[in-house]
C-alpha cells in the first residue's frame, strides 16, 4: 500500500453533508432525477472468491472496508495526483460501490487497473479508483456482481483500539453488499474524524493500513448505539457514524446498515 496523507481534504465534502443525509426522508434519498444516466459514478471493489477456497466472510468485509477509505487517501488522489479528478468527483455526488467477484486470471487482471489491494488474513480486496459505469473496462465489467454470498463465520473478540463496523442486525445483506456498506463506513468514519480535528487518530490509523473489525451486534447494542434524529450527539458522546442506504440494491431506501464506532 503506498504512503497515505490522511490529513487530505477530500472527504470534506462527505463530512459535510453527512448530517443532511441521516435526516432525509426515506423517500428522498432514492430519488435520482438529478441524475444522468450516463454520468452516474462508482467506486468498483473487487473481491477474491476461488472457488475451492474461498475466504471467511469477516476478513474479506474487513479488507473491502480498508481498501475503500485507502483509495480516497492515497497520494494519488490529492491535487495534482493521477486519481484526484475522478475521486473528487465521486465524492462530490452519491459514494456508490458496487462489489463483484473475481478468482484466477480474472483476479490477476483486476490487479493491472488503478487502485488499492488489501489482505486480511486469507482475504483479499481490491478497491478501484471510482469512475462513471458507463466506462468500465472489459477486465471490470465481465465480472460477476451475484453469487457473492459466504457463509456466516464466527471471528471472535474485537482486538483492542481497532474501529468497529457493526452490520445490522435485523437487515441480511450479501457479502457484496455488506462490503460496499462498510467501505462507506470507513469513509464516514475518517471524514467525522477530520471534521472534529482528531487528525492524529486519522494518521495513526493511516499507520495500520485502516484495519478495523467487523461484526454483527445483538438488537439491544444496535439500539443503543443508534445515532436516531441526532447524529450530531451520536458522534460526540458515542464516536458513532451511520451507514444510511438509498435502498437501490437488496434493502429498502433509507436502511441504515451499518454503525461504525471509533474506539
Not at 129 to 135: K, M
Not at 167 to 174: G, S
Request: hydrophobic share 45%; net charge negative.
Amino acid at each position: 500500500m503506498e504512503l497515505i496523507h490522511p490529513v487530505s481534504a477530500i472527504l470534506d465534502p462527505l463530512a459535510a453533508r453527512y448530517t443532511s443525509w441521516l435526516t432525509l426522508p426515506a423517500g428522498l434519498v432514492h430519488d435520482t432525477s438529478d441524475e444522468d444516466p450516463d454520468q452516474v459514478r462508482a467506486m468498483p471493489i473487487v473481491l477474491r472468491v476461488e472457488r475451492a477456497d474461498p475466504p471467511g466472510r469477516t476478513p474479506l468485509l474487513e479488507a473491502a472496508a480498508a481498501a475503500a477509505l485507502a483509495v480516497c487517501l492515497d497520494p494519488r488522489a490529492e491535487p495534482g495526483g493521477e486519481w484526484h479528478e475522478e475521486v473528487t468527483a465521486w465524492i462530490a455526488g452519491r459514494i456508490r460501490k458496487v462489489s463483484r467477484r473475481a478468482r484466477g486470471a480474472h483476479w490477476a487482471a483486476v490487479q493491472e487497473l488503478p487502485g488499492v489491494t488489501v489482505r486480511v488474513g486469507d482475504a483479499e480486496a481490491r478497491a478501484l479508483v471510482p469512475g462513471r459505469v458507463v466506462d468500465s473496462p472489459r477486465e471490470l465489467s465481465r465480472l460477476q456482481i451475484s453469487g457473492s454470498e459466504l457463509p456466516e463465520d464466527e471471528p471472535g473478540p474485537v482486538p483492542p483500539g481497532v474501529p468497529v463496523l457493526l452490520l445490522n442486525p435485523v437487515v441480511p445483506m450479501t457479502a457484496g453488499k455488506a462490503a460496499a456498506q462498510v467501505g462507506h463506513a470507513t469513509m464516514l468514519l475518517a471524514a467525522a474524524l477530520r471534521a472534529s480535528a482528531n487528525e492524529d487518530a486519522l494518521a495513526k490509523w493511516a499507520t495500520e493500513e485502516f484495519r478495523c473489525a467487523v461484526r454483527t451486534p445483538d438488537k439491544a447494542t444496535w439500539d443503543a448505539l443508534h445515532p436516531g434524529q441526532d447524529p450530531a450527539a451520536a458522534w460526540q458522546d458515542r464516536r458513532v457514524v451511520a451507514v444510511r442506504d438509498a435502498g437501490f440494491t437488496e434493502v429498502d431506501p433509507g436502511t441504515v446498515t451499518v454503525l461504525a464506532q471509533w474506539p
